[in-house]
C-alpha cells in the first residue's frame, strides 16, 4: 500500500535559505519574501509566474527559489505565513522556560547522541565534493592559526591550530543562521555573527555565550565591519535593508545608505574615508556618518578591493544579472572611476574560460585586493579569478570539479564562493564545501588551494537512508554537496554531486544504492558507491526540489518515485521499466511512503 501526502511540516527555528534581491533579480516574488506580509503560496505563485517562460538552468535564481519554496512549505504556520526568526526564538524561550519548571516532573530520557558527520569529504565518483557552506570567517592576523568561521545552518566554530581541530560555539545556542563574522580588532576573544532578520549577536568569552547586539531590519546581515582604532564604531551590511552604524558599541544604531548594502570598507591609513557597494557606489569622508554617491553604472550589487600598498587605487567589482558585469578602478582614492574593459566576459559562471553566462550574484560574488601587491586582484563567483596586472587579464584559478582542475594545473575549491579576503599574503575562500587557503598566490598550480575545513558539522542534510542488513551503511543527501555512503568500517564517501536528495541502500544488498539529485533526477551504483550511473526516469522526468523516491519494504527489486503520477520498477529501474500505478495528481508529490505487506 502507498501513503501518498503533501507534507507541511512546521520546523522550529531552522533558518530559511535566504535569496538575494538585486537589480534585475528584484522580481516581485523576492520583494514578497522580503516583506513578510504574503503568504507562501501568493509569493510560490508569483514566482512561478516569472519563470514561465523564462529560462531555469544555472544561474536563473530558479534552483534559489525552489530550495526556498522547499524549505517555507515546511516552516509556514497553519494560515500559510512564515514566522520571523524572533518570534521563534521567542517561543523557543517560553518552551525552554516550562521545560525548567517542569523538570522534576520527568524522568531521565538516557539517550545518548554523538555526532557521526559527515564532517569531511573522500570523493569516489561524487563532483564537487565538500563539507558545508561558509558564509563568514575572520582569521587573527597576528596569529593566523586561530580562525573564527560561520555557516548559514551551521552556527559559529573556531580553532586554534589553523584548521586541525575545529569546536562548535552555539551547538547550544538558540540560532544557527550566520551570514557574517567579525572579531573586536581589540580583543580576540570578542566575537560577532549577523544573522537573518537583521540580527547581530555579540559574545565576549570567545564563543562561549552569545547575547543579541541588534535588530536592525528585515534582511539578513552580510557583512560586519568594526574600526581598528576605536571598537565601539562598528558597520552592518543588511543585504536588502541598507548599512547601519553604531558609534556606541551596538547600543544605537543609524541607517547611513538605504535600499541594499553589500560591502563596505575603510581607506588603507586614512579611517576618515570609507567606500561602500550597494547598487551603486559610495565615498564617506567623515568616518562613514554619511556617505556620498559616486558611481552607479548598471544598478546592480557592487564590492570593493583595496590594497595598502597603494592606498589611492579603488577596486570595484560589479553584477550584471547574477552574472559578471564589469571591473573598474579608481586610483583617487574612490572620486572616480573606469571600466577595465571586462563586460564582454562573465568571471562568475561555471565556465573556466569565462565566456559562457550564469552565475548566482551577489550569493556567489567578492572581490580581493593583495595587500602587498595592489596590482594582485582576485575575484569570485562560482570559480576564482587572478590579474597580476590591476586588472587588465584575468585567469581562472579554480575549477569546480577536482579531477578537472588538477588535469588543468588549477587549484580545486568548491564551487560558489561567498567571500573571499586577503590575511597578509595568504587568500582565504569561503564557499559553499568550506575554507580554503592559497600561500602562494602568484603561481598557479594544482594545488593552489589547500583544504582547511575538515572537522566542522556544518553539512545540510535533506535525506538519510539505512541499510537493512547486519552490516550497516547510510547513505545522505545535502545542499551543494551531493550524496554520501558511511559504514563504521570505511567511514564517509562522496558518491554523487549537485544537491543530494533521497537515498536508499537496497534490502538485499549494500553494494546497491539509490540516490537522487534536485528534482528527481535518478542514479543507481552497483559496487558500493565506487561508481554510479544515471537512471533512465518515467514520465514528465522530473518531480519536486526533492522528489518521493522509495523501495518496496518487503520486495527486493521493486522501487518507486513520485513525480506527478507514481511510477514502480520491479527490476530496480533497470533499462528504463517503469509503469504509472497512479492517476495524474495535477502537481508533483512532495512526500510518499509504501507500507509492509501485512499477512493475517
Not at 25 to 37: F, K, N, P, T
Not at 299 to 308: D, F, L, Q, T
Not at 362 to 368: C, G, H, K, S, T
Not at 494 to 514: K, P, Q, R, T, V
Request: aromatic letters at 12%.
Amino acid at each position: 500500500m502507498l501513503i501518498i501526502k503533501a507534507m507541511k511540516i512546521k520546523l522550529l527555528l531552522f533558518g530559511i535559505l535566504s535569496l538575494s534581491l538585486s537589480g534585475t533579480y528584484a522580481q516581485e516574488y523576492l520583494e514578497m519574501i522580503e516583506d513578510g506580509s504574503y503568504r507562501v503560496d501568493e509569493i510560490v505563485e508569483s514566482a512561478e509566474a516569472y519563470f514561465a517562460d523564462r529560462d531555469k538552468g544555472r544561474g536563473s535564481g530558479y534552483k534559489q527559489f525552489k530550495r526556498w519554496e522547499y524549505m517555507a512549505n515546511r516552516l509556514q504556520n497553519e494560515a500559510g505565513y512564515l514566522v520571523s526568526l524572533t518570534e521563534n526564538m521567542e517561543e523557543l524561550a517560553r518552551y525552554e522556560a516550562y521545560l525548567n519548571n517542569t523538570a522534576n516532573n520527568r524522568g531521565a530520557i538516557g539517550d545518548n547522541w554523538i555526532e557521526l558527520g559527515p564532517d569531511d569529504w573522500n570523493a569516489t565518483s561524487a563532483w564537487s565534493p565538500g563539507v558545508g557552506r561558509i558564509t563568514g570567517f575572520h582569521v587573527d592576523p597576528n596569529n593566523t592559526d586561530r580562525i573564527v568561521v560561520g555557516a548559514n545552518t551551521g552556527g559559529v566554530w573556531n580553532t586554534f591550530d589553523g584548521g586541525e581541530n575545529w569546536t562548535p560555539l552555539s551547538d547550544y545556542f538558540s540560532n544557527l543562521s550566520v551570514y557574517s563574522i567579525a572579531v573586536d580588532p581589540a580583543d580576540s576573544d570578542t566575537y560577532f555573527f549577523g544573522s537573518n532578520s537583521g540580527l547581530i549577536y555579540k559574545s565576549t568569552d570567545a564563543g562561549a555565550t552569545w547575547t543579541q547586539l541588534a535588530d536592525l531590519s528585515n534582511s539578513r546581515v552580510i557583512k560586519i565591519l568594526i574600526n581598528p582604532s576605536n571598537s565601539d564604531i562598528i558597520f552592518a551590511c543588511s543585504e536588502n535593508a541598507g548599512l547601519y552604524r553604531t558609534t556606541d558599541g551596538g547600543v544605537n544604531w543609524t541607517q547611513v545608505i538605504s535600499g541594499n548594502a553589500y560591502d563596505v570598507e575603510y581607506k588603507p591609513g586614512d579611517l576618515s574615508v570609507m567606500y561602500a557597494g550597494s547598487q551603486s557606489v559610495w565615498r564617506s569622508t567623515d568616518g562613514g556618518a554619511s556617505f556620498a554617491q559616486v558611481g552607479s553604472w548598471n544598478g546592480e550589487a557592487k564590492m570593493i578591493g583595496v590594497s595598502p600598498d597603494d592606498p589611492e587605487v579603488v577596486y570595484v567589482v560589479d553584477e550584471d544579472n547574477g552574472g559578471f558585469g564589469d571591473l573598474y578602478k579608481s586610483t583617487d582614492s574612490g572620486l572616480s572611476y573606469i571600466s577595465m574593459g571586462h563586460s564582454n566576459r562573465n568571471y562568475f559562471g561555471y565556465d573556466t574560460a569565462g565566456f559562457e553566462s550564469g552565475g548566482q550574484a551577489p550569493r556567489d560574488m567578492d572581490i580581493a585586493v593583495n595587500p602587498n601587491n595592489v596590482d594582485e586582484v582576485h575575484i569570485a563567483g562560482v570559480l576564482t579569478w587572478r590579474s597580476l596586472d590591476g586588472g587588465e587579464n584575468f585567469i581562472c584559478t579554480s575549477d569546480w570539479i577536482p579531477g578537472q582542475a588538477a588535469s588543468a594545473g588549477r587549484g580545486y575549491h568548491h564551487a560558489d564562493v561567498d567571500i573571499l579576503e586577503f590575511v597578509g599574503s595568504t587568500l582565504y575562500v569561503g564557499s559553499d564545501g568550506g575554507i580554503f587557503k592559497a600561500t602562494d598566490t602568484e603561481n598557479l598550480n594544482a594545488n593552489y588551494y589547500e583544504d582547511l575545513t575538515a572537522g566542522l558539522g556544518i553539512r545540510q542534510l535533506y535525506r538519510i537512508g539505512v541499510s537493512q542488513t547486519a552490516d550497516v551503511k547510510i547513505t545522505t543527501g545535502s545542499q551543494d554537496n551531493g550524496s554520501t555512503w558511511y559504514t563504521e568500517a570505511v567511514g564517509w564517501r562522496d558518491w554523487l554531486g549537485a544537491d543530494g536528495m533521497e537515498g536508499f541502500i537496497a534490502l538485499s544488498s549494500n553494494n546497491l544504492m539509490f540516490g537522487t539529485t534536485q528534482f528527481g533526477q535518478l542514479y543507481r551504483s552497483t559496487n558500493g558507491g565506487n561508481s554510479y550511473s544515471g537512471l533512465p526516469e518515467p514520465g514528465q522526468g522530473q518531480g519536486n526540489w526533492v522528489s518521493p523516491f522509495e523501495q518496496d519494504p518487503s520486495v527486493a527489486g521493486t522501487i518507486y518515485v513520485g513525480y506527478n503520477i507514481v511510477y514502480r520498477s520491479t527490476n530496480n529501474g533497470a533499462g528504463g521499466s517503469w509503469s504509472a500505478i497512479s492517476q495524474n495528481f495535477g502537481g508533483n508529490l512532495d512526500e510518499m511512503k509504501v507500507a509492509p505487506v501485512i499477512t493475517r
